[in-house]
């Protein structure tokens, strides 16, 4: 058998972690799910954006996806997705309907700070536009935004089918109005190249980070 400092050595991969807390939204479309960091990830960081990878077990499949963190690591001490319903979604309903504080999930591996949408410094200017979901990364961002002592100018341009799907919009409005960050909330129309050029007429000069599911 191996010796004990073996065995108390931190896994990377592959790695259960446990439920600390759930928070259904929008009556019960999705839901927040907060994971505590693993044995040993006690100094493990993550940028705003960064993305989770997970395995799931649905009866005799394993199911991997990917799922942005609603905060960085400066934010939160947990590692916090938020997962909405899809129609036919095997793994976002097996996680609303079934995991509860107490369960575990198996981590693939640390936080992702890396792709598209990870942002590790505070941009000056920045657009952010997102479309249901895709707004679990662009959250994060805006919670970094409103923590950051530099001034920054943001602008928030989030779509939504109608308003009963709209996520986190009472927090997204209060970091608006503390931070100084333009937000337009939109329920039920499409964006447009007009829309974003007549409301942001500097949107070419920004960094602009994009996240929304397909459809």
Request: hydrophobic share 40%.
């Amino acid at each position: 058998l191996p010796e004990a400092p073996y065995l108390d050595k931190p896994r990377w991969y592959n790695v259960a972690a446990r439920v600390a807390e759930t928070q259904r939204l929008i009556g019960g479309q999705a839901k927040v799910i907060r994971l505590e960091k693993p044995h040993g990830w006690d100094d493990v960081r993550w940028d705003a954006g960064a993305f989770v990878s997970v395995r799931l077990n649905d009866g005799e499949d394993d199911l991997i996806r990917q799922y942005s963190l609603v905060s960085d690591s400066d934010g939160s001490d947990t590692m916090d997705i938020c997962v909405k319903r899809v129609a036919g979604g095997r793994a976002s309903n097996l996680l609303n309907d079934e995991v509860e504080a107490g369960s575990y999930i198996t981590l693939l591996g640390p936080p992702v700070s890396s792709g598209g949408l990870a942002m590790a410094r505070v941009p000056s200017k920045v657009l952010l536009v997102a479309g249901g979901v895709g707004i679990t990364p662009i959250i994060s961002q805006l919670r970094a935004l409103a923590r950051a002592a530099a001034p920054t100018d943001a602008v928030l341009l989030y779509f939504n089918h109608d308003t009963r799907s709209t996520l986190f919009e009472r927090e997204i409005r209060a970091l608006g109005n503390a931070a100084g960050i333009t937000v337009h909330v939109f329920a039920g129309q499409r964006p447009s190249l007009e829309l974003i050029t007549d409301l942001v007429s500097d949107a070419a000069d920004r960094e602009t980070f994009i996240c929304a599911p397909t459809g």
